[in-house]
């Protein structure tokens, strides 16, 4: 008997812990962080208050392990980005994939949520960064670097600044809405920062 | 007597409207776009509500005319950029000011308040750009026309992506908080934009 309830049970579990991520991920998107509650995501996981507080102390954490742990942040994964040889290739393919993620309606409401309340929110902002965009700008500077060691990228580039010089338009046209985020922009983003602005 | 009187009361409603639009600004970074209310700008301006109702149709008015008219948005004023023929150096100066703008208090606590809020209500968000952002890429992608114009830029690059390139890992830094946003970083942004990644 107890060998086929701890298997029941842990699968129960897993299902209560998935449902509460998704409903977490769903209402942060509908209300907004400031109307999202534990409530709230209890009921629309068909779950009781009590279920959510004995796994996370907080909304907060439950959301940011509903965007680590929900594929919801691809790229922070952990897994190493394509290394073709071909840096302009694999920027363009990266980026591409970043500009298709910021526009689907799945990514974009829970994440332009919790970005706009970590901007005013400094502690929920620090654990968003940490969680969900630093891995992401790590796997990119040591792509960069990588291609700085075979010799393609200037020796007195610094790939961090590298990366954000790719990363932060993307972000500024997302996060703003001041011209449309396509893919057509990536590539050009890419383009300019690879080469530069200057006549060569 | 009306010859005195018409100053006097144009000389108070340009001081109510200045105490207004300061009280806003204030307010703004203290409570956040969601708990400011007419009341509460009325209160700290010393005017009554029916004041500011006579001027401004909403709290997103008065706020937005807090940031053309209150000189929190200078790159934005119509003056062109410096041109001194220097396109690195006139651009280091402007991103650094920007920098300076952008971790001072009085700038950073309403302009954070006002974009965290735009991220999510993108009637205001659109506002805000038009008003407060856009005139500052404008002039800056002018300042890269003319030197494209001189030859200095490459026939091949948009300005509009060179500006973004300049300007969304400045705003990329102060939106998120990712690492110190600096002068030695303002620079770093503009060498690597207009040299490029790539070893020549």
């Known amino acids: 008997m107890a060998d086929k309830a ?10 209560s812990r998935r449902a509460i991520l998704d409903a977490a991920l769903e209402l942060i998107g509908e209300l907004g962080y400031p109307r999202l509650t534990i409530e709230a995501i209890a009921s629309r996981a068909g779950v009781g208050k009590q279920t959510i507080y004995r ?10 392990d509903a965007f680590t742990a929900g594929g919801q942040a691809p790229e922070g994964a952990g897994a190493a980005l394509p290394d073709t040889g ?5 920027l363009k393919l990266v980026l ?7 526009n689907a309606p799945a990514y ?20 968003f960064v940490d969680r969900v965009l630093e891995p992401s700008l790590r796997l990119l500077a040591e792509r960069l670097r990588a291609a ?7 020796r007195d580039v610094d790939p961090r600044v590298a990366v954000e010089l790719v990363c932060g338009p993307l ?24 080469r530069g602005i200057l006549k060569r």
């Open 171 to 194: 972000t500024h046209r997302w996060l703003l809405r001041t011209l449309p985020l396509t893919h057509e922009y990536a590539d050009a983003v890419v383009e300019t920062a690879l």
């Open 108 to 127: 974009d409401l829970p994440a332009r949520a919790l970005t706009a309340e970590g901007l005013v929110n400094p502690e929920l902002g620090a654990h």
């Open 86 to 90: 071909d840096l302009e290739a694999d």
């Open 6 to 15: 701890a298997p029941d049970s842990a699968r129960r579990s897993e299902r």
């Open 96 to 102: 591409r994939a970043a500009v298709d993620e910021m």
């Open 55 to 64: 796994w996370w102390p907080s909304k907060a954490a439950v959301l940011l």
């Open 148 to 154: 700085q060691d075979a010799g393609q990228v200037a």
